[in-house]
């Protein structure tokens, strides 16, 4: 079983970064392939950053450059670096683990998830 906590959320300017955090709880969470989801009102929830257990990275087109997924499994936690955000990067983010890379990436429907954090941009 594994918990996730999302933290780092906020309200900042367009151009502006943020960094957020998603602590976990479980003895093998470095053995997990982590995702940061967005889901805005309206609109289909979409993947923005996945990490394998050994650190190897995917971003969609429309964060690619901007935003940067890391983790430390030491402190179980896994980060998503945001930077030149924009108004369309208004969400809330979810962080979302599973065993299984595809079930991250491909059907992106993960075990386990957080219960989400606003990010708004303001023009």
């Known amino acids: 079983q594994v918990q996730l906590v999302e933290s780092g959320g906020g309200l900042v300017q367009a151009g502006g970064s943020l960094r957020l955090s998603c602590a976990a709880s479980?003895?093998?969470?470095?053995?997990?392939?982590v995702g940061w989801f967005r889901q805005a009102p309206g609109k289909q929830r979409e993947l923005v950053a996945a990490i394998t257990s050994g650190s190897i990275t995917r971003y969609p087109d429309s964060v690619k450059g901007r935003f940067t997924i890391s983790r430390d499994n030491a402190r179980n936690t896994v980060y998503l670096q945001m930077n030149i955000l924009k108004p369309e990067d208004t969400a809330v983010y979810y962080c979302?683990?599973?065993?299984?890379?595809?079930?991250?990436?491909?059907?992106?429907?993960?075990?386990?998830w957080g219960q989400g954090t606003q990010v708004t941009v303001s023009s």
């Open positions: 479980g003895r093998t969470f470095s053995s997990y392939a």
């Open positions: 979302a683990a599973d065993k299984q890379w595809l079930e991250v990436v491909v059907t992106t429907t993960p075990d386990y």
